[in-house]
């Protein structure tokens, strides 16, 4: 046990010396934290727009007027003709270009109809959607308070947003930051330490020391087993403080499966060093195989449900996925462990599966 | 000349002879822009709905049949109790309730006004405006039916309508996949490129190599051009590689001249690769290499309007974003590609890569000592 306690002293040496690691290490949640907190939303504001109105009157300067203080758009400019929307789009800042028709007024007042027409620069296809959504509703509603009759028969919705009243991105990315930094820290980490002492040489001389394997390997992962817990903290305070994410559910639940996550993502790391010669090649697959697919199929950013089949089904097979439904289950919903044991036993199950793995590829004997 | 070949032909054999190195830089970047793009869909389909109609007229089960017909809207359950409703989104089998209140149809006709009801489960706040956005939607084509079979003219008159076209360009159906392609391709070459380069010098400092070269005559500007070039060329080729995959595969629409993306390309290259080079002069072992470059790889990702537009970030943000390489690439890639913009158009961007990239070529050479 003393042989096995300065082993790991010797490994939390290694770390904390390199104060470069370390500071990126705890300087990374915070800074991701804030990026998606300040600067990432999917909200739209001050989308540029190009206006032709040949028509000029005081129907369609009152909806512009209403369009343009809606916060959503500004102008870049009024044009002289229809042919300079082209131009204007492939310049690239353009988003939406609305069109009256000549004689605006006069229409609507003599025939109680009239047209817009808006056109969206699609090639940022949901931007244009929502644009046009937004210009159509603010348009809608203008004809609304322009009626002084009421429309009859009018089925109204009452929507109710549940969990997220505020449709705040945060409740999002908080999980989803979890799962990538516990992913990087763990697997990353820990196979490229492993590979390190092999590319080196040193790994046989651990080799042939009087301990076990197991109790190199288990030594070797548990100083990160540490940060990538303070890492979880972190994280879960600064969510709470800086952004209000709350925590409905049980903190110690929450912990519990956070250290299930981990050791999932060690185990993984394990497998990797042992597969695996180079630091360089350990990094890669970590990075292209892992980290990427921990962002996009994961549920962190786009929602699984929206994905072709076959996608879906790699999506079952991303373990930081079940990680992603749980935290936000206990968090956000305030459920307890009887919600999410099916996604807890499937991380334990991908547990057993790496270990199992790597304890059969371990190798005693390098050359 | 003949040095920096040699040094060049090093290089490459050391990528080749690396059997398990290969198919990660060519096979898996490949798939990965198949898997990703085909995963990176903001597309709305099958939202789950669970109706709860407590009215079971004419009009409601019309208004629910409404909402099956679309392709959006997949009717996950119907029942009678809402508190049923609710512990299905509790457990994630359900991502919206539509309602309709006892009393929904006689309180239409009766008083000209009702109301539904559609809770949607809002964690994630992006979905859930869209889910908001479509079900309303379809309330209004439904609505417009009803007045259109109920009301009289009498109803109807001196009430004025303004109708609205609206007609989406250079992308027609909405395909959210061609804005994604070149996107998702710049990633790709970017992070090879980033940490190749990053890992090499680096790599050669970790295993004691460096000292070997840093006593040879080869100069530093030599050497640094010698280690760049196999990465340059092997990013051009993937880059180009990718694009037929993405033509090939998705059918990404290629507008604009080709050339300008790989003129761009190779100056963006040169930023990227420079970038890395600066990296492993300032760090030491590759696992610093490795965290450093992983760290100023996400935030360039995030910020470079990949998956957010930069419009709405805020003022400070935007400006921050000048310094942000990606940003510009993705620009051009996007702009050229889709829309067929000119070289006048992209001119801004791609002299702003040129800057950056004569700026970070000469810190890196700067930074690079010939001293272990």
């Known amino acids: ?367 | 000349m003949r040095t920096i070949l040699y040094i060049i032909q090093k290089e490459f054999l050391q990528v080749f002879r690396n059997k398990s190195m290969l198919p990660i830089i060519f096979i898996v970047p490949i798939v990965q822009l198949i898997v990703l793009v085909n995963a990176a869909t903001y597309e709305m389909k099958h939202i789950r709905v669970s109706v709860v109609d407590l009215d079971l007229s004419s009009t409601s089960r019309k208004l629910v049949s409404k909402f099956q017909g679309s392709p959006f809207y997949r009717i996950q359950k119907t029942s009678f109790s809402y508190r049923e409703a609710e512990d299905q989104m509790k457990r994630g089998n359900v991502d919206m309730i539509l309602q309709v209140p006892a009393g929904f149809e006689k309180k239409l006709l009766k008083e000209g006004q009702a109301k539904v009801q559609f809770v949607i489960n809002a964690i994630n706040g992006q979905s859930a405006g869209l889910t908001n956005a479509y079900s309303t939607m379809i309330l209004l084509d439904y609505n417009r039916e009803v007045v259109l079979e109920n009301a009289t003219p009498a109803m109807m008159a001196g009430i004025r309508s303004i109708q609205t076209d609206y007609s989406y360009w250079f992308n027609p159906k909405l395909n959210y996949k061609t804005y994604m392609v070149p996107g998702i391709l710049v990633l790709l070459v970017t992070i090879i490129g980033l940490l190749l380069s990053g890992m090499n010098i680096v790599r050669e400092m970790e295993i004691g190599t460096i000292e070997q070269i840093n006593v040879t005559p080869i100069r530093k500007i030599q050497f640094i051009t010698g280690k760049l070039m196999p990465f340059w060329i092997i990013g051009l080729f993937e880059l180009a590689f990718g694009l037929s995959v993405g033509k090939l595969l998705f059918n990404i629409p290629m507008e604009g001249n080709l050339g300008f993306i790989f003129l761009s390309a190779a100056v963006y290259l040169f930023v990227i690769l420079s970038f890395g080079l600066l990296i492993s002069t300032i760090t030491h072992t590759q696992q610093q290499a490795m965290l450093v470059s992983f760290f100023f790889m996400v935030v360039f990702i995030l910020m470079s309007g990949l998956f957010t537009s930069i419009e709405s970030m805020p003022p400070w943000a935007q400006k921050l974003d000048r310094l942000n390489p990606l940003m510009y690439f993705i620009r051009i890639m996007r702009m050229v590609l889709l829309k067929g913009s000119g070289f006048a158009d992209i001119s801004r961007y791609f002299w702003s890569l040129v800057v950056y990239a004569v700026f970070i070529v000469s810190l890196a050479i700067w930074r690079y000592r010939k001293v272990a």
Request: glycine residues 6%.
């Open chain 1, 1 to 367: 046990m003393r042989r096995f306690r300065g082993f790991v002293v010797k490994e939390f040496y290694h770390i904390f010396r390199d104060y470069r690691t370390l500071l990126i290490l705890f300087g990374m949640p915070a800074i991701q934290l804030m990026l998606f907190g300040y600067v990432l939303t999917n909200e739209i504001k001050d989308a540029k727009i190009v206006i032709y109105d040949p028509s000029r009157d005081v129907v369609t300067r009152k909806i512009s007027d209403k369009i343009l203080s809606s916060g959503y758009f500004v102008l870049e400019r009024n044009l002289v003709s229809v042919a300079e929307i082209e131009p204007a789009f492939k310049q690239g800042d353009v988003k939406l270009a609305l069109i009256y028709e000549p004689g605006f007024a006069g229409k609507l007042e003599k025939t109680g109809k009239a047209h817009i027409q808006i056109i969206g620069d699609a090639s940022d296809p949901n931007t244009a959607n929502m644009l046009v959504n937004y210009a159509s509703g603010i348009i809608s509603n203008y004809l609304v308070s322009m009626n002084s009759k009421k429309v009859p028969l009018q089925i109204i919705p009452e929507v109710r947003m549940m969990y997220n009243g505020e449709l705040k991105g945060v409740y999002m990315f908080v999980p989803g930051l979890m799962a990538m930094l516990l992913m990087l820290i763990s697997a990353l980490m820990t196979s490229l330490s492993i590979t390190k002492e092999k590319e080196l040489g040193t790994m046989e001389l651990l080799l042939v020391s009087p301990m076990r394997p197991s109790q190199i390997i288990i030594g070797k992962v548990f100083p990160y087993v540490f940060l990538a817990f303070i890492d979880a903290c972190i994280i879960l305070v600064l969510g709470k403080l800086v952004f209000g994410m709350p925590l409905l559910g049980s903190v110690f639940l929450l912990l519990l499966e956070s250290f299930l996550y981990i050791c999932m993502a060690l185990s993984l790391g394990i497998l990797i060093s042992n597969i695996t010669n180079s630091q360089q090649v350990a990094m890669m697959i970590s990075l292209v195989a892992l980290m990427l697919p921990t962002i996009l199929l994961s549920g962190f950013i786009f929602p699984v449900e929206n994905m072709p089949g076959i996608m879906q089904v790699l999506c079952h097979l991303m373990p930081p996925k079940y990680y992603i439904i749980i935290i936000k289950s206990i968090m956000l919903q305030g459920n307890g462990i009887e919600y999410v044991w099916n996604e807890t036993l499937i991380l334990i199950g991908f547990t057993a599966l790496f270990l199992a793995l790597s304890i059969k590829k371990f190798k005693v004997r390098l050359a």
